[in-house]
Nanobody, 118 residues
């Protein structure tokens, strides 16, 4: 059973930074693509970033390109999302997820709240 646990959320002023962590455990997780998603109040969940099992091929939501960086440390079974120059519109619950089949993320964490004040 794959388990994902996010941490690192919090309250930050606009322009500040946070680093989210996603601790992963379970079979095949080290060979799975991992993604970060977010859901703001009253909005649908949206994709933010994802990274391949080797740490390569990261890709991002256009609005976070140049501000967010996704990375992974397979020795620690952890995926990170470094978020810089945060904006109030980045406020959301952030989730990490493991891809189980191409484009399908079947395992999800419980989420961590990120709040950016203006």
């Amino acid at each position: 059973q794959v388990q994902l646990v996010e941490s690192g959320g919090g309250l930050v002023q606009a322009g500040g930074s946070l680093r989210l962590s996603c601790a992963a455990s379970g079979p095949t997780v080290s060979t799975s693509n991992i993604g970060w998603f977010r859901q703001a109040p009253g909005k649908s969940r949206e994709f933010v970033a994802a990274v391949g099992w080797s740490g390569g091929h990261p890709y991002y939501l256009d609005s976070v390109k140049g501000r967010f960086t996704i990375s992974r440390d397979n020795a620690k079974s952890t995926v990170y999302l470094q978020m810089n120059n945060l904006k109030p519109e980045d406020t959301a619950v952030y989730y990490c997820a493991a891809e189980t089949t191409p484009t399908n993320f079947g395992y999800w964490g419980q989420g961590t709240q990120v709040t950016v004040s203006s």
